[in-house]
């Protein structure tokens, strides 16, 4: 294919089976380069303007031909279209080099996977967020909070540590320290910040254009890590029969569930659910307000509400529809704020972004804060209605939410409060009584909802609290109105579940004396745990490829399974071997497990 750059110079490329393209460009003999390019390189943006910078475009050329990082970026075809398109017209050449700023971005961070589990970010540089509806929020990617730290932090730790140059995202914040700002001027900066590190972070998301599919075909990342055998995520399990499973043929312990109280497989469990299915059959086929009602969805929400001491229960189609119906349905109007954790789980962000929508507010505080807290609840109006919400248990770090001192906080304001125990359930607390119970505060937390998709061995969601606010939420929430209810086999599985918690308290006793032996091993070998105290250990390891590697031994030489949170999952230098364990893990799983961590983390050097 020849291309005229300009009035004597031109670009020829030719393609050969066997994958590779041969390249030539230039105006002249003496000034004429080419060369071979792999049929997956990506194309360079060249400057229309040749001449004195032929031998810069032929070094980059080849550096990044040369990179497998970026030749695996996109696929030959387009990159030729996108180059002639490029060298067509020189207006063209802006846009390519944003192009290629994204490609370099990918290249540098190595990949773009979805976020994993959002619920890590660093408090620094973090003073209270607000968005509010129609700016940022509402029509911004709902990339729960990766809203904060993402792109500038993740630019600048990753771009340094590759020697790469810093793309513009990564220069300095030109904002006024933030002591001498008034709080709407520290509002704007904050608006300002996210909607440019939303933007960054989400690169390959924005490469949109006609054609809403095109993204698509260019992510490349997760291909190319399933051709190198280290891609992590979405492995089908043969079996998953609790402490042990079975991952492609081979027995595993696993340390990468949550199933605390070892109840998935529970003979009792299982018979509950093919009870329900004998008699109800296998789906309600319909929204709760509607044909998805049974009783037996009232009689666990009155279980629920019973074992919490709260005046209601209301029971919902999965955890992730209780934050998303529950903020969406409260805080759809103008004067409503979102005051949430920055680390709150990814369904508590997009509950908040439909809020957002109605035209509320978010103001976020730093993680598990409560000076921060009282600060962002004392900048609001007498006018606007908070409504605080925070995990109980962190879902990535295993740290519990000081809910004794921020209740203390909310009381003060005359807020309110939702707490999200999906991990604190079963786990912590008199009872299994989650968070609010742990430090004796129930009365005083509002709102508590989780998910049955941990502790109680199901699939579904639970929200209790005041009659008349879950009676508002199941009126108003589209996504509880229009969704149809939690099965009847995973309501009769979360019910049985529920009573075997409550008559066997071993269980929980036992679900701690392993974590508590798991931390206390580990962290005498010398890991990193951050602040856990409950079944969630995370090992810090703070490197992309180091945590894939460790993940990939821990599996493949030791048959541990773990999961692996990397970036952009998580923020750089974040990344951790999340490990999970259960009441019924036995001691031998654990020691087979520190032995593995131990060797691991020796061979690539976590340990000295
Ligand atoms: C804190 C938290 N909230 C909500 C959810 C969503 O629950 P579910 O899996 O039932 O949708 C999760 C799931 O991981 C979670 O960790």
Known sequence: MKRLLGPSCQLETTCVPGGAVRFDIGSGRSNRTSGWIERRAVCVALPARLGSTMATVKDLGKKLAGSPAVMRLISNDRVMKAATGVMEARERFEQASGFWREGWRVLVDGHVLPNIDPAMDTDEDLGVDTVDAGRNGATGHARPNGAAHDATKNNGASHGANGSPPPAAA??????PRKTRTPEERRKAAEERLAKQMSQRVAISKTGGKDVFDKCFKFMAADNARKMGVYPFFRPLDFNNGPLAQLEGK???MLGSNNYLGLTTDPRVREAAQQAIEKYGT?????RLVNGSMRLHNELEQQLAAYHGKEAGLVFTTGYQV??????ALLANKRSVAVIDKEDHAS???GVRLAQAAGARMVRYKHNDPASLDKALSELGDDQGPLVITDGVFSAQGEIARLDELVKVVKKHKARILVDDAHALGVIGPGGRG????FGVEKDVDLIGGTFSKSLASIGGWMVGDRKVLDYIQHFAFSFLFAASAAPPCVAAAMKSLEIMQAEPW???????????MREELRRMGFELGNTDTAVIPIYIRDDLKTVMMWKSLLEDYGIYVNPFITPGVPPKQQVLRTSYMATHEKEHLDQALEAF?????KFGVLS
């Open 171 to 176: 220069a300095p914040s030109p904002e006024a």
């Open 348 to 350: 508590i962000y997009d």
């Open 507 to 517: 269980r929980q006793v036992k679900l701690r004396e392993n974590f508590t032996y």
């Open 435 to 438: 968070t609010a119970a742990h």
């Open 598 to 602: 131990e060797k691991v983390g020796k």
């Open 323 to 328: 934050n998303i119906a529950a903020i969406s």
């Open 283 to 287: 789906s309600m086929t319909g929204s």
């Open 251 to 253: 027995e595993v312990v």
